[in-house]
């Protein structure tokens, strides 16, 4: 579905780490499916349960999408090699 895209993406020089929740297991399947990931992916973790998330990030979000997990993101993007 995703693959002209998932190719550009490893054929890229960035590389990244993702944190996916619940429902996001699925992109990550996606992701690691595709030839190159391994270059592409540093480290992916998936807290899927609500006490897993609740220890990944320290405590519990006040929604799916809260401040700690974009803090994480921002953080790895500042890691990862960026064209």
């Known amino acids: ?4 895209r998932l190719a550009k993406l490893h054929a890229s020089p960035n590389q990244g780490v993702i944190v ?6 699925s992109a990550l399947a ?8 391994s270059g ?5 973790s998936v807290p899927y349960s609500a006490a897993a998330l609740k220890d990944f990030l ?5 929604s799916s999408v809260s401040e700690r997990p974009l803090e994480v993101w921002r953080r790895s993007r500042s890691n990862a090699r960026m064209p």
């Open 1 to 4: 579905m995703y693959a002209d």
């Open 20 to 25: 996916l929740a619940g429902g996001g297991a």
């Open 30 to 37: 996606q992701l690691l499916g595709a030839s190159g990931a």
């Open 40 to 44: 592409t992916l540093l480290e992916a």
């Open 58 to 62: 320290g405590q519990a979000p006040l």
